[in-house]
T-cell receptor, first 114, second 114 residues
Framework: AQSVTQLDSQVPVFEEAPVELRCNYSSSVSVYLFWYVQYPNQGLQLLLKYLSGSTLVKGINGFEAEFNKSQTSFHLRKPSVHISDTAEYFCAVSRTGGSYIPTFGRGTSLIVHP | EPEVTQTPSHQVTQMGQEVILRCVPISNHLYFYWYRQILGQKVEFLVSFYNNEISEKSEIFDDQFSVERPDGSNFTLKIRSTKLEDSAMYFC????????????FGEGSRLTVL
């Protein structure tokens, strides 16, 4: 089985500062990796995904993530955050074969201060 | 833009009562899921449903839980006799295919068991 660890439950940051949200995964097989975002009073929506190919993946709203197989990490980054990026961010992993059902982490709350 | 809708947004119930959470997935999607998130914990997979039957379920999804697609549009989660520990946010999701694990989520239904 696969698992996801999001090391930070909350990340406060000032507007226009860079941010990194950390995600580590554990799996005995090849994986797909995802970041989902949940804005207040909304459902989770896909931010970006890694399926194969380039390890640097770009998503919506200026976010990007890098797949690091040796470190089993998929950290999410943004060079300059906005107030509107305040949300809950979920990392998820699924197996490339068999069940594709994603396993989620506990989420990281990104709080952007003016 | 098509979306997954869930009702109710919040339900308060007494321990031992039956609860039905409802979801309307995106109309051309074929795979349906329920996840839950207990406050402060991970988003946990409960069950997936495809072709009118459960395709996969977690150990959480015991005999107290059931799912149904009673018509062409609704997808329901029933908890037969609620316990205090069932208090959580329940998320419904759907996907067009299973291959890449990209899910579309509803806003969630918060269940509070007293």
């Amino acid at each position: 089985a696969q698992s996801v660890t999001q090391l930070d439950s909350q990340v406060p940051v000032f507007e226009e500062a860079p941010v990194e949200l950390r995600c580590n995964y554990s799996s005995s097989v090849s994986v797909y990796l995802f970041w989902y975002v949940q804005y207040p009073n909304q459902g989770l929506q896909l931010l970006l995904k890694y399926l194969s190919g380039s390890t640097l993946v770009k998503g919506i709203n200026g976010f990007e993530a890098e797949f690091n197989k040796s470190q089993t990490s998929f950290h999410l980054r943004k060079p300059s955050v906005h107030i509107s990026d305040t949300a809950e961010y979920f990392c998820a992993v699924s197996r490339t074969g068999g069940s594709y059902i994603p396993t989620f982490g506990r989420g990281t709350s990104l709080i952007v201060h003016p | 833009e098509p979306e997954v809708t869930q009702t109710p947004s919040h339900q308060v119930t007494q321990m031992g009562q039956e609860v039905i959470l409802r979801c309307v997935p995106i109309s051309n999607h074929l795979y349906f899921y329920w996840y839950r998130q207990i406050l402060g914990q991970k988003v946990e997979f409960l069950v997936s449903f495809y072709n009118n039957e459960i395709s996969e379920k977690s150990e959480i999804f015991d005999d107290q839980f059931s799912v149904e697609r009673p018509d062409g549009s609704n997808f329901t989660l029933k908890i037969r006799s609620t316990k205090l520990e069932d208090s959580a946010m329940y998320f419904c999701a759907s996907s067009a295919g299973a291959a890449t694990g990209e899910l579309f989520f509803g806003e969630g239904s918060r269940l509070t068991v007293l």
